[in-house]
């Protein structure tokens, strides 16, 4: 769950741009023009990356971007992604957790209508300082 940026060669071809990340094994896109391929480019890594978070994989070192030579039809940039945000954003669906509060407190919070799953989520992304 970080912010991460690697160097993608982008190929010229034909009407297209194909894009891959030499670092991270398999990722690759593409697109019609260059404003599209850098779109598709920043969440094929996001996706990846977010993968590997997720199962566990070590997150390969990106490499020194001034080292890499180009080809004829070539040229290599940075793209950054944040795996933070792309698990807010796609991965939101709710997940029931049980909870003991003393019985004295349920009966106050029930008496004033209070949501039980909203403060928690609030108190939860407050508690880690995730605004």
């Known amino acids: 769950m970080a912010k991460y940026i690697y160097p993608a060669v982008f ?4 009407n ?5 990340f030499p670092d991270i094994e398999g990722c690759y896109t593409h697109g019609s023009d260059i404003a599209e391929a850098m779109d598709m480019a920043a969440d094929a890594l996001c996706l990846m990356l977010y993968g590997y978070e997720e199962d566990g994989v070590p997150i390969p070192g990106s490499s020194d971007i001034s080292e890499m030579v ?8 940075l793209i950054s992604c944040d795996t933070a ?3 807010k954003f796609f991965d939101n669906k709710a997940v029931k957790k049980t909870l003991s509060i003393p019985s004295w407190l349920n009966k106050e919070a029930e008496a004033a209508h209070i949501n039980f799953s909203s403060v928690l989520k609030e108190a939860l992304i407050n508690q880690l300082n995730l605004q």
Not at 16 to 20: M, Q
């Open 16 to 20: 297209e741009y194909l894009v891959t």
């Open 85 to 87: 945000a792309y698990r």
């Open 70 to 77: 180009t080809e004829k039809n070539t040229f290599t940039t």
């Open 11 to 14: 190929t010229k071809e034909n």
